[in-house]
């Protein structure tokens, strides 16, 4: 795109960026190059010469280009964007991002996925990263998200077992960007702490379609200060404006295959097309007084805050809207902390945050190579950097002077401190105290409340797949002891659910006993947690995804599958509807040759039938015109686009039968169900376009599932 936003932070990166357009080749010393084909020879059939020092320049840059992945959350994709503060917190907190209203505030937002390698498929059943960097007038504000608002672990302590069980096991390292393996799930089975997490991780969430269409949650409870000094605690969340969607795991497992890219290239794609990403950006706030009236402790970060107790305030947006110019320079070098902080907002005492605010300075030292990774240019702040710190690896800034200590007197004791009316960072002032103890609270201890809400909160097709998907990963867990451990978790969260999985994993419920855990010595841990097991039946809404469908077609991928002789004025018709709508229509021909329409035009395939599959798009239009149905129903693609419809149908997508196409619809598994089925478009309904996008809309009809996949 030639029309790039520009703000502070694209501004200042903008001095770093470098294009070769029109330019000649030269050694990284400057020095002009003639020939960058044949090393230098003694004689052109000799060995190559030491002397060769352009040679052994691009081939010792070349063998170091790699750097260590990141530990977790390795593969992943990032975008500049800007923040805009549509109503102020200032009665809460003092961050100027978050008072100014109308401000805009630069930002770089990195998604991910967890377990996987840097060369996983991005539609691994997982957890999301949600990182976002807030380019602030005061300095950078990192907000380290994810797609689930709560944690496996309540402690950090925990995080190396946790990640090292889920990661690929070490004697094979089998499996690649998988949970679904034995040390995961012993591991978890012997952590009834993480079974909140589980609910979300088993759900759909965990396959989303899009990162545009999940939320992101700060997780920890953290702390607003107010220009008074008064404390609110405060969950972060964003809301996609284009609702919470995802796909099917099945659907999760073909695209892994077709186009394991498809997250990366939809948020690429959506940004080149002008289609923003847009999320809602709120606040759930808790005076400080209100700590504990809650019957779980605010400090567990495996406990949400329910929308129904403290609702969200919606205070901001958050667009993506310019991709990186450069992956490693830019997604691959960007460092998130949870420590990167601004004036108004402050840590709590969750054990979870309080070690991740030494994990992440730790480990860039060793990914980015050492304590100058701040200058690189996608991490520094906009905000110029004055301190005494000096020296290192790859220091880029040159500090003038010879004062490099405080207090100094030789320069005129720079840089100066600052009081905090003049945006000093003041840690907020609360009294801690306690005997020196490796213990867990007992107000920590209620571990399947919460599972029950999440689960209790789905609708019957979310409480299947959640099902299926726990059948699933169980079934590849080689130990059985482990399948009956976790079964008999899961009993303490819904007795059907644990009979269910217990029956096709082939095992018995049975009552558990709990592994201690590091609570006061005098608690009563069975008894503890024996409490919680009682049946509630609560729900809370905001947990359903079924309940964030938006009236949107917006970004929703529609394949045209045609061939020659199709249509024209239907397609165009239709094509113009879709796009009208925001939507994105892609071509699908027999082949890659451009297809000749009824009229004698001519459209160019963006995809040949045999190098796609309908698991790429969101909906189906089999196009008009008797030619080009004549045409797919030869031999040679009839198969492709019957599996087409089938694997749509299957997977509860919307399909548009066009005039002439009722060979398909007769032939595919549409025609196995008389029901109505509102996502089922034919040239013989009124109003057949509305229709479709109605339906595209809706995104699936996963009630319709059974349905649809059960032949009688
Ligand atoms: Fe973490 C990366 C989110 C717990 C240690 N984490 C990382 C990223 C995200 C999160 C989004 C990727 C950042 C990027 O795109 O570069 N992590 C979370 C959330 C957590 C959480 C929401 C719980 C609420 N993490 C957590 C704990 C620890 C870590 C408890 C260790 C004590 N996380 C790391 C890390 C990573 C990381 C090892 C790997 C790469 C990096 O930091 O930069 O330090």
Redesign the pocket.
């Known amino acids: 795109m030639n029309n790039k936003p520009h703000n502070k932070k694209l501004d200042q990166l903008e001095s770093h960026a470098t294009s070769s357009e029109n330019t000649r080749l030269t050694s990284n010393q400057g020095l002009r190059i003639n020939n960058n084909q044949d090393s230098l020879k003694a004689g052109n059939r000799g060995p190559t010469l030491m002397e060769d020092f352009f040679f052994r320049e691009k081939m010792t840059h070349f063998d170091h280009e790699r750097i260590p992945e ?4 390795a593969r ?1 994709s990032g975008a500049h964007g800007v923040f805009k503060l549509n109503k102020s917190l200032e009665k809460y907190t003092k961050a100027g991002f978050l008072t100014e209203v109308g401000k805009e505030t630069p930002v770089f937002v ?1 998604f ?1 996925t967890v377990a996987g390698n840097r060369g996983s498929t991005d539609l691994a059943r997982d957890v999301r ?3 976002v960097k807030f380019y602030t007038d005061e300095g950078n504000y990192d907000l ?3 797609n689930i608002p709560v ?1 496996f ?1 309540q402690d ?1 302590i925990k ?1 190396p077992d946790l990640v090292h069980a889920v990661k690929p096991e070490p004697h094979n390292e089998i499996p690649q960007a998988q949970s679904a393996h034995d040390t995961f799930w012993d591991f978890i089975s012997l952590m009834p702490e993480s079974m909140h997490m589980i609910m979300w991780l088993m759900s759909d969430r965990s396959i989303p379609r899009s990162y545009s269409r999940m939320e992101g949650f700060g ?2 409870s953290f702390k607003f200060i107010n220009n008074e000094g008064r404390m609110h605690f405060v969950k972060f969340h964003f809301k996609p404006k284009l609702g919470v969607h995802s796909v099917a795991w099945d659907e999760a497992q073909r695209i892994s295959g077709v186009d394991p890219d498809f997250h990366k290239r939809d948020l690429w794609e959506s940004i080149e097309n002008g289609m923003f990403p847009e999320w809602d950006f709120g606040v759930q706030l808790i005076p400080e007084e209100d700590e504990d009236k809650f019957d779980f402790d605010l400090l567990d ?1 495996t406990k949400i805050v329910p929308e129904e107790e403290v609702p969200v305030e919606l205070v901001g947006t958050l667009t993506l809207n310019r991709n990186p110019d450069n992956f490693f320079a830019e997604t691959e070098q ?3 902390h949870p420590g990167h902080i601004v004036p108004g907002i402050d840590f709590s005492k969750d054990p ?2 309080q ?2 605010l ?3 300075t ?3 030292l060793i ?1 980015l190579g050492g304590p100058n990774f701040h200058e690189i240019p996608i991490n520094r702040s906009v905000k110029t950097v004055h301190n005494n710190q000096r020296d290192g690896y790859m220091r880029q800034q040159i500090n003038k002077g010879k004062v490099s200590y405080e207090p100094n007197s030789i320069g005129g004791g720079c840089p100066f401190q600052s009081m905090m009316s003049e945006g000093g960072y003041v840690s907020h002032q609360e009294r801690v105290s306690g005997p020196k103890v490796r213990q867990r609270s007992e107000s920590f201890v209620d571990h399947y409340s919460q599972a029950k809400l999440f689960y209790n909160s789905q609708s019957d097709y979310e409480k299947m797949h959640l099902q299926n998907a726990l059948i699933f990963e169980l079934s590849k867990v080689t130990v059985p002891a482990v399948r009956e451990r976790m079964v008999g978790q899961l009993n303490f969260i819904d007795k059907a659910l644990a009979q269910k999985v217990a029956a096709e994993v082939g095992v018995e419920v049975k009552e558990l006993e709990f592994p201690n855990q590091s609570l006061p010595a005098d608690s009563n841990h069975q008894d503890l947690q024996s409490e919680e097991r009682e049946a509630h039946t609560r729900v809370s809404g905001a947990l359903s995804m079924a309940d964030t469908i938006k009236d949107t077609i917006k970004g929703r991928k529609i394949g045209f599958i045609m061939a020659n002789g199709v249509n024209a004025l239907s397609v165009h018709d239709l094509k113009t509807k879709l796009e009208g709508e925001n939507a994105v229509v892609e071509i699908i021909g027999p082949n890659m040759v451009p297809v000749t329409t009824n009229d004698g035009s001519m459209l160019t395939p963006k995809h040949s039938i045999t190098s796609i599959a309908s698991v790429a798009f969101d909906a189906l239009y089999i196009a008009a015109g008797e030619d080009s149905v004549k045409a797919l129903l030869t031999a040679g693609n009839k198969p492709h686009v019957l599996n087409f419809i089938n694997e749509a149908y299957k997977h509860c997508k919307a399909i548009y039968f066009g005039e002439g196409s009722e060979p398909f619809y007769m032939n595919s598994n549409v025609s196995l169900k008389k029901h109505i089925d509102p996502a089922i478009v034919s040239w013989e309904d009124e109003m057949p376009e509305n229709k479709f996008i109605d339906a595209i809309a809706k995104h699936r009809v996963w009630h319709l599932e059974l349905e649809r996949n059960t032949q009688d």
């Open positions: 990141r530990v977790v959350h992943g990195r991910s990263g949600f990182a380290v998200a994810n944690f672990i950090a995080f997780v920890h970060p960007i460092a998130f979870l945050l070690g991740r030494f994990s992440y730790d480990t860039q990914r």
